[in-house]
């Protein structure tokens, strides 16, 4: 019998099993829940615990409850050159979107050397990993970005203006795993704050500020006044320029331009999900970007030379008391490695979560924590 309060590993088929299930009680086509799970399920196998199961029902199961989000996918290519696209994806689900795009686009890097496509009116699309994932699988470089609602104050400001609009980047090497490059442009983001509230702990100073420019840890009441838009995120490099605060800002602010102005989408504050006082759908926007490595050089001379930078930055000297040197990727690989015969953890906020949607949709699941 579980215990109360007790963190549960559930297996990946498991979970993927259940999560596709949600999915098609709320009416998405079955080929389209699955791809829905597969992102979602891809995030926990990585450790990015901030955007797996643990959004499956705040992200995907209220938005489409709620009628902000469509369970089936109108994708439509409004503009399409050899090497580009412009696809408008009527608020359909965001995975969906992504794993189409970027397959468009390295189709059409396969074609032409480069490839890259931009959306609009798209939903949240789970991590940006997964799709540089598909792109460094197939023997590219490949880049996505994403906008979102507002959550970023720009340096000297304390309105949340720009979201957390992860550049992402994937590209093959020789190792095990490829050279992944998965990060908000805020020192952290949304899904990371969720996880500490689940985890009932404060968040590090430095993280958010308040309309006086101060430093908030509160983690729950922080995640209700990013909503009212009292709180912010602060960009990456932090509060200031003095540790370069303007950097994330820049970044995001390039982020949000290539989600936008390329698609003629949503920006900054369209992406609230409010029209007045009532919710209606974010209209993100999204860019996928593949760059076919053989249009330069052997992708097997590209893989080791990449392989080698990687080596050497690891095997460089280290800090006093700092046991390793990691490269972009190495901790997802790591943490696949430790979890991939155990699975997904669970802690009673997700259970409770699961329970709620099981119940709701009268699936046949049986969990762990069951009476």
Known sequence: ???????????????????????????????????????????????????????????????????????????????????????????????VIGKRCMQLAIDKARKSGLGMVAVRNSTHYGIAGYYVLLAAQAGMIGMTGSNARPSIAPTFGVENMLGTNPLTFGIPTDEEFPFVLDCATSVTQRGKIESYDREGRDIPAGWVIDQDGRTRTDTHRILEDLVRGTAALTPLGGIGEETAGYKGYGYAAVVEILCAALCQGAFLKQLLGFENGRKVPYRLGHFFLAIDVEAFCPLADFRKTTGDILRELRTSRKAPGAERIYTAGEKEHLAWLDRKDRGVPVNVALQHDMDVMRRELGLPQRFPWDA
């Not at 088929?13 to 949600?22: G, L, P, S, T, Y």
Request: proline content about 3%.
């Open 1 to 95: 019998m579980v215990q109360a309060n007790e963190v549960v590993w559930l297996p990946f088929d498991f979970m993927e099993a259940f999560m596709r299930d949600v999915f098609i009680g709320q009416g998405v086509p079955a080929e389209d829940a699955a791809v829905c799970a597969e992102v979602l399920v891809s995030s926990d196998k990585r450790g990015i615990d901030s955007h797996g199961i643990g959004r499956l029902k705040s992200i995907y199961y209220d938005r489409i409850k709620a009628g902000i989000q469509f369970a089936v996918t109108q994708f439509e290519v409004v503009r399409e050159t050899p090497t580009t696209a412009v696809v408008d994806g009527h608020h359909g689900m965001g995975q």
